[in-house]
């Protein structure tokens, strides 16, 4: 089975075995080979119940094409992304549906140098051949194990100085997802007390879905940091190429304070480089790379998009609201795992509480958040907020349409997948932040 629709902007994406089944992944794994001609990749698996033999498709698929596939087990989607820069493999696929319910499977699909293959970098002309008769296979390919774990391991220590983190408490939760198995080896070589919650990778989700991005599933790490008076908590997305942080008052801690707190830390080490971040972004980002003598590079969303312009720049560091956060000694690519470990030495290093470090940015920066509309005509939406606002700022079309004026700014962007436009807006008090979003939100939901 292959339904047309599971070819998202990003990567692959639907309901097993409805929408996308062994079937459909042999011809997926075929297809990649024949459209890139790729002579190595990898493939890597994650928990899902259906992952296993997805992957044994795709591996398949890809061999019978002609491809020598390097078979790298059950790991994270940043570890398939880390084998296909370090080992210089043509190409790689991570079967995995990231942070989607049980149900759903998919792939994360790269070129050389660990680039995306997105709807405008190839996914379309692999959906076209996948969907049409591939005919006779080449032949000649092969497939065989790869451990990528004790490189995997010594490259994400390699971002922190060990001996300076510090003794302190936290909370993991790996919503029974990756990070389950990926961060033990890691933790053995830290002084912290880990409180591991939902460890066991487990694809049924038993706990709760793997997308901390979801209040509800943000409850239980919440709840647990203030109940073991841990020093922070951190919750894992399904296949651990995302982190999110709750501070020792546990309260979250949104991705773009995470951004400029990471940011900071990167240009101790890396003094006056480039760090990308995207348009949804808190004025914190870009004031503390500025502080810290970076060069703050503002960027539309996505992965692919982000992913480019670290190359185009030799950007060291990129972030996103979203929990995705990339480095340039990492393959240009994001990781999880790295985040975590640069807040551990952040935090030791500063001798203060996450809750301290933070104060000045909850001071100073009043952000909504992101705030999702339905709406029937997106280009309508947004040429009235265009008209509405536009008098009281700068306005760019970067990525859907941005406003900046003096003491508040915002960005409505439509979404991806979905008739809906997504609001994030910031000003320098909290009323005006509240009024200003009132106002952005009366015109979408008019």
Not at 212 to 220: C, D, K, Q
């Amino acid at each position: 089975m292959l339904d047309p629709k599971v070819f998202k902007a990003y990567d692959v994406r639907g309901i097993y075995p409805d929408q996308l089944d062994e079937a459909g992944a042999h011809a997926i794994g075929r297809a990649y080979v024949e459209e890139f001609e790729p002579r190595r990749i990898a493939v890597g698996r994650d928990m899902r119940l259906s992952s296993s033999s997805m992957a044994d498709a795709v591996m398949r698929g890809a061999a019978e094409a002609g491809a020598n596939v390097l078979d790298l087990g059950l790991v994270g989607t940043e570890m398939t992304y880390f084998a296909v820069g370090e080992l210089e493999l043509d190409g790689g696929i991570e079967v995995t549906a990231s942070h989607n319910p049980k149900e759903y499977t998919g792939m994360k699909i790269v070129r050389r140098g660990a680039l995306p293959v997105g709807g405008d970098s190839g996914l379309l002309e692999i959906r076209t051949r996948a969907l049409g008769d591939l005919g006779e296979a080449k032949g000649g390919g092969s497939i065989r194990e790869e451990d990528i774990w004790p490189q995997y391991v010594e490259r994400v220590l390699s971002f922190v100085d060990v001996e300076a983190v510090k003794p302190m408490r936290v909370v993991i939760d790996a919503a029974n997802g990756m990070a389950g198995l990926m961060l033990p080896p890691v933790l053995e070589r830290l002084p912290v007390d880990a409180v591991r919650c939902y460890f066991e990778p487990d694809g049924s989700f038993p706990n709760h879905e793997p997308n901390p991005l979801l209040p509800e599933n943000r409850e239980f790490i919440v709840r647990k940091t203030l109940d073991e008076n841990a020093d922070l908590g951190v919750a894992f997305d399904g296949d651990a190429d995302r982190c999110f942080f709750v501070d020792d008052t546990g309260e979250f801690v949104p991705g773009d304070f995470v951004t400029a707190l990471l940011a900071e830390s990167v240009l101790e080490k890396d003094p006056h480089s480039r760090i990308i971040y995207d348009v949804r972004a808190s004025w914190a980002v870009p004031e503390t790379i500025e502080r810290a003598g970076g060069i703050p590079l503002v960027n539309r969303v996505g992965h692919a998009f982000i992913k480019h312009r670290m190359r185009q720049e030799d950007a060291s560091f990129g972030g996103e609201v979203s929990g995705h956060y990339y480095f340039r000694d990492f393959s240009q690519a994001d990781s999880g795992v790295v985040p975590f470990l640069l807040m551990l030495e952040l935090i030791s290093k500063s001798g203060r509480k996450l809750s301290e470090l933070l104060a000045p940015y909850r001071e100073r920066y009043f952000i909504t958040g992101e705030l999702n509309t339905p709406v029937s005509d997106v280009a309508v939406k947004l040429q009235e907020l265009k008209e509405r606002f536009a008098g009281e700022g700068t306005v760019s079309h970067l990525d859907g349409l941005s406003v900046d004026a003096e003491d508040w700014h915002m960005n409505v962007r439509p979404s991806n997948t979905e008739p809906l436009l997504r609001l994030n807006l910031e000003a320098r008090t909290p009323e005006l932040m509240e009024r200003k979003r009132d106002e952005a939100l009366a015109v979408i939901r008019s």
